[in-house]
């Protein structure tokens, strides 16, 4: 049922392979994971944070028509990133020179932290978070300063905004991942301001990756900040609610100035990284009607609810989850509970240190999958945790 | 075919027709910064009804075969995984082509289309201090990026049959500043090769003179050369430090669209390529289309077929118009039409037949003409003879502003 497939073959890369392959884990912010295991039919996979749904059919005709005759669409440059650039601006209210396409937000994530960090400027993320800046940054072997979250799991603003004082950038994340904690837009905002005030030299890139997912009714965008501030970035994703991981689609939004020094370092138009799939997919995604992304949420939410309230029910209680993936303390290490579920056909996610040894990252598959996880969990569970 | 001509035709009318037409050859990229700082690229308009013939980009007009588009198709399920969640995985790509070169998965990293293995090849090995060397004219995106980032650059000119001067970047790469040696072999735009020997005899030299000057050989074309005496770099790069080779899909393939090439060497050459590529670099339809066609020989070994034939007709037809192209290795010719390429593509582009970019410094005189389909061909020559007649008055006046 389940591919054994093990790429440790790949292991003369060095821990790059893996990072490569997975994401920037690194020492820091996560361990390597020494395996990873291509998904086959009947395994439920919540472990990626994607959308188990897809793009749905607008989409996926949108790709279908880049077949065109004789395969031409796949076998051609395609130009059509300007289309993508202007209706992403429509979308957000913006103009196009406040846009940069991405392969994936891993580009936009990768040009900020080449851009706005140095030896002599750190980056400033919270640990735990999304890798990718931290990884990178450590890579070009420039300083990254790790701030804890607070007993919430959400990311403690002030202690954020001291470490952020002569920082390069500090890496945003909201909702974080892993831990799903969403901090309110009033916050937010008073959190760019302190930054703004404190040290004004500073970028700061919000990550609005789980954006779509945010229920709490003190949400919005940063955009309109990024479009006036020129140290602030927001990025985006059709990876998550757009269920668009497979396509390899992100953008950033800011100052006509920042985007374009994100856009000469490393260009994400046209044939450069896009692929044609992604570029027309991308923009019937935007263009298609807001309706799919907020039956997408409800669903979530649902799916949401479920889950969290059998994990509350059996003593596990959950970070308030505002994305579509939960953090958990199982009260064991993650790579046991990964194991045994993994073993029954159900795959969890990686490690998140300093968290690794009680909490795990579930992503919420359709209602469903999570049926069937939950049953898998409580089989694993019961069993008594042997390295706690 | 799996799509519909009138689904096909619908797109491009929501498009407004005109993103389909995009000129956006490789190497013109549509780089947003560039369109900021030149403002709206030269892009001849097409009169309405005329069809377009598109041998501006040195694509594979026929595309991938009908078994990678199928199982493109067969991906859609799998269109909200991430590509190492999606079967195959990315890495199982890199594990299919280290199988392919007989090397170990170390020996491989894969790109967003080889433009990635080449502008992280520029972030790596070029620096302040340590220029790039390469030619001119040839393809443009390492000169461009390290220009972009201000970085040096020693660009040779080819040589008078429109070879890469060889001898002059031994010497501007042995000068012991050379970081980074970019060298297109065949080199677009001039469709030029050279042989197995001469290139083995320049790493030599440079390795010699230069120990630590990092070589990357980019065969983008490599599948359609037919001079016997070419062979490709890859085993030198195997087992020489500091060479490695770019490859891509987006030609022979017929994969241009979906953004997959990558770097071949030894591990140690490749280590910092490895740690600057992005995370799922290749789509999950990407990593699907090039393992199918890692798996369907015919289709390359067929476009190298046609395109030989297709060459040698547009080679004939032009010679015989008095127009004498530089030897091709490649599926693009780069022919002197004796008038500026802007005007000649302007002439062209009136009839539906749009042709290739500015190349300085040949931008005067020079036309860079992708091999399309016979069909396609025969009818651009009969465009081509028209072009030459009506245009060469304006030669004269030499309008054509230098692109890059």
């Known amino acids: 049922m389940l591919t054994r497939r093990t790429f440790v073959q790949a292991a003369g890369f060095g821990a790059a392979a893996f990072i490569g392959a997975r994401g920037r884990e690194n020492s820091l912010w996560s361990l390597v994971e020494p395996t990873l295991e291509a998904i086959e039919p009947g395994v439920i996979c919540l472990a990626s944070n994607e959308n188990p749904a897809g793009p749905g059919a607008t989409v996926l005709d949108a790709v279908k028509t880049a077949f065109g005759p004789a395969g031409g669409r796949p076998g051609r440059y395609d130009g059509s990133s300007g289309a993508l650039i202007e209706a992403i601006a429509k979308k957000q209210g913006v103009k196009p020179e406040n846009v940069v396409l991405g392969c994936g937000s891993t580009q936009i994530l990768r040009s900020c932290t080449h851009l706005f960090t140095a030896k002599d400027k750190p980056l400033v993320g919270t640990i735990p978070t999304y890798e990718e800046c931290a990884g990178y940054a450590e890579m070009m072997g420039h300083p990254v300063r790790a701030v804890a979250l607070d007993a919430n799991f959400k990311i403690d603003l002030d202690k954020f905004a001291a470490a952020a004082k002569g920082a390069g950038l500090v890496f945003y994340c909201n909702p974080n991942n892993p831990t799903a904690t969403y901090v309110g837009a009033r916050a937010t905002r008073d959190f760019l301001a302190q930054v703004a005030k404190d040290s004004p030299d500073t970028y700061v890139l ?130 046991e509970f990964r194991d045994a579920c993994r073993a029954r056909g159900v795959l969890v996610a990686r490690d998140f240190p300093p968290f690794e040894k009680t909490h795990c990252r579930i992503s919420f598959g359709t209602m469903d999958e999570m049926k069937k996880a939950v049953a898998v969990f409580e089989d694993v569970l019961k069993k008594k945790a042997t390295a706690a | 075919m799996p799509v519909s001509r009138r689904g096909f035709l619908r797109l491009i009318g929501a498009d407004g027709a005109t993103h389909g037409a995009w000129l956006s050859a490789r190497g013109l990229e549509a780089h947003f910064a560039d369109a900021q700082a030149q403002g709206q690229r030269a892009r001849p308009v097409l009169p309405p009804g005329v069809e377009e013939i598109r041998i501006s980009s040195n694509e594979n007009p026929l595309g991938p075969g009908r078994a990678v588009l199928d199982a493109m198709i067969g991906k859609f399920p799998e269109a909200g995984r991430y590509p190492f969640n999606a079967s195959p995985t990315d890495s199982a790509l890199v594990s299919a082509l280290a199988d392919r070169f007989r090397v170990k998965t170390d020996s491989i990293v894969l790109g967003a289309g080889s433009q990635e293995i080449l502008k992280n090849a520029v972030r790596a090995w070029v620096t302040p201090e340590k220029s790039l060397v390469t030619s001119l004219p040839t393809f443009e995106n390492c000169t461009n990026f390290a220009k972009r ?72 074309y490599h599948e359609y050369v037919t001079d016997p005496a070419y062979e490709s770099a890859v085993p030198i790069a195997l087992s020489t430090p500091n060479v490695l080779v770019a490859r891509t899909f987006s030609k022979a393939y017929g994969l241009a669209g979906m953004r997959i090439g990558f770097a071949i060497g030894r591990a140690e050459t490749l280590k910092p390529l490895a740690a600057m590529r992005m995370p799922y670099n290749v789509s999950a339809f990407g990593v699907v289309a090039a393992m199918t066609s890692l798996g369907d020989p015919m289709h390359v070994a067929n476009e190298r077929a ?99």
């Not at chain 2, 970085?151 to 010497?171: N, T, Y």
């Not at chain 2, 030029?192 to 005899?201: E, F, L, P, S, Y």
């Not at chain 2, 009136?350 to 016979?374: A, N």
């Not at chain 2, 030499?398 to 890059?404: E, S």
Request: with cysteine; aromatic share 8%.
């Open chain 2, 149 to 220: 980032q201000k970085l040096p650059v020693a660009e040779v000119k080819v040589d008078s049959a429109m070879r890469l001067d060889v001898e002059a970047m031994i010497a501007a790469a042995s000068k012991g500043d050379a970081g980074l040696v970019f060298f297109n072999n065949p080199n677009n735009p001039t469709a030029t090769v050279h042989g197995g020997k001469t290139v083995a005899d320049m790493v030599e030299r440079i390795r010699k003179a230069s120990p630590s000057t990092v070589i990357l050989i980019d065969e983008a």
């Open chain 1, 206 to 335: 919000v990550d609005e990756a789980y954006f779509d997912y945010v229920t709490d009714p003190d949400h919005a965008t940063h955009i309109p900040i990024a479009i006036e501030n020129p140290h602030v970035i927001v990025a985006r994703t059709f990876s998550k609610a757009y269920g668009m991981a497979g396509l390899r689609m992100g953008y950033a939004v800011g100052h006509p100035d920042t985007i374009k020094k994100m856009a000469e370092w490393d260009a994400g138009g046209g044939t450069s990284s896009l692929n044609v799939l992604a570029m027309r997919g991308g923009l019937a995604a935007i263009q298609q009607d807001a309706s799919f992304i907020t039956a997408e949420r409800a669903r979530n939410t649902g799916v949401r609810d479920f889950t969290m309230k059998w994990f509350s029910d059996r003593g596990m209680k959950p970070t308030d989850s505002q994305a579509n993936f939960m953090f958990v303390n199982i009260g064991r290490p993650a790579k």
């Open chain 2, 306 to 404: 046609r395109n030989t034939d297709v060459r040698a007709f547009t080679m004939k037809a032009l010679l015989e118009m008095g127009v004498k192209p530089a030897d091709s290795q490649a599926n693009f010719l780069f022919a002197d039409v004796g008038m500026p390429a802007k005007d000649f593509r302007e002439a062209c582009a009136k009839q539906g037949v749009v042709v290739g970019r500015d190349f300085p410094p040949f931008e005067k005189t020079h036309c860079r003409i992708s091999i399309g389909t016979m069909a396609e061909m025969q009818r651009a020559v009969e465009v081509f003879r028209s072009a030459l007649k009506t245009t060469t008055t304006t030669a004269a006046s030499g309008g054509a502003k230098g692109g890059r």
